[in-house]
């Protein structure tokens, strides 16, 4: 199976601040990555689906790049509606689906 | 609009049996494949079964390979987790989660239901 590390774990920001998550995969992908958001008590959205492609309604302030092994996601000014856990999943090796052990992120 | 609701958590032994529902609305149910996909108390996501568009294909993670059966009713646009041999490991929020590919697999999953909670408990 293939192992997704993010990192880190958790962020400290504040609203404006430009943050960046990676993500790192144990083999390549290729460009088969998506990441979700999940806010707490919530389902998980998609945000980004072949490692750069916006899902349609999502803010141009979210933007990912990478491919093969070593993946970012950037949010280029936080919001207050952007504090939440992140999760990068490789969509390249199936079975299974394998999800990052996400990022936290939240307000300074 | 797009809905996704599943039904049919509960409390339930270790050695229990338990059925999830998510009935599915908005989209054509038929040309979809749809997941499940659970998250335990304050962990990450974990992909547990997928079944294609028309039921020809189903897959498991390891984890509950042999023990759950995932399947679905397109004439009731509904989707299904049969769970059986229940252990505490298995407690979590269950959720299913539709494919973005029309008749084909891509392994994003662009909409999600809310959720319903499993506990594995004596």
């Known amino acids: 199976d293939i192992q997704m590390t993010q990192s880190p774990s958790s962020v400290s920001a504040s609203v404006g601040d430009r943050v960046t998550i990676t993500c790192r995969a144990s083999?390549?992908?290729?460009?088969?990555l998506a990441w979700y958001q999940q806010k707490p008590g919530k389902a998980p959205k998609l945000l980004i689906y072949?490692?750069?492609s916006l899902q349609s309604g999502v803010p141009s302030r979210f933007s990912s790049s990478g491919s093969g092994t070593d993946f970012t996601l950037t949010i280029s000014s936080l919001q207050p509606e952007d504090f939440a856990t992140y999760y990068c999943?490789?969509?390249?090796?199936?079975?299974?689906?394998?999800f990052g052990q996400g990022t936290k992120l939240e307000i300074k | 609009q797009v809905q996704l609701v599943e039904s049919g958590g509960g409390v339930v032994q270790p050695g229990g049996s338990l059925r999830l529902s998510c009935a599915a609305s908005?989209?054509?149910?038929?040309?979809?494949?749809m997941h499940w996909v659970r998250q335990a108390p304050g962990k990450g996501l974990e992909w547990v079964a997928f079944?294609?568009?028309?039921?020809?294909?189903?897959y498991y993670a390891d984890s509950v390979k042999g023990r759950f059966t995932i399947s679905r009713d397109n004439s009731k646009n509904t989707l299904y987790l049969q769970m059986n041999s229940l252990r505490a490991e298995d407690t979590a929020v269950y959720y299913c989660?539709?494919?973005?590919?029309?008749?084909?697999?891509?392994?994003?999953?662009?909409?999600w239901g809310q959720g319903t909670l499993v506990t594995v408990s004596s």
């Open positions: 908005g989209f054509t149910f038929s040309s979809y494949g």
């Open positions: 072949a490692a750069s």
């Open positions: 989660a539709k494919d973005v590919g029309l008749e084909w697999l891509l392994l994003d999953f662009d909409y």
């Open positions: 079944i294609r568009y028309d039921g020809s294909n189903k």
């Open positions: 999943q490789q969509a390249n090796s199936f079975p299974p689906v394998t």
């Open positions: 083999q390549g992908i290729s460009s088969w």
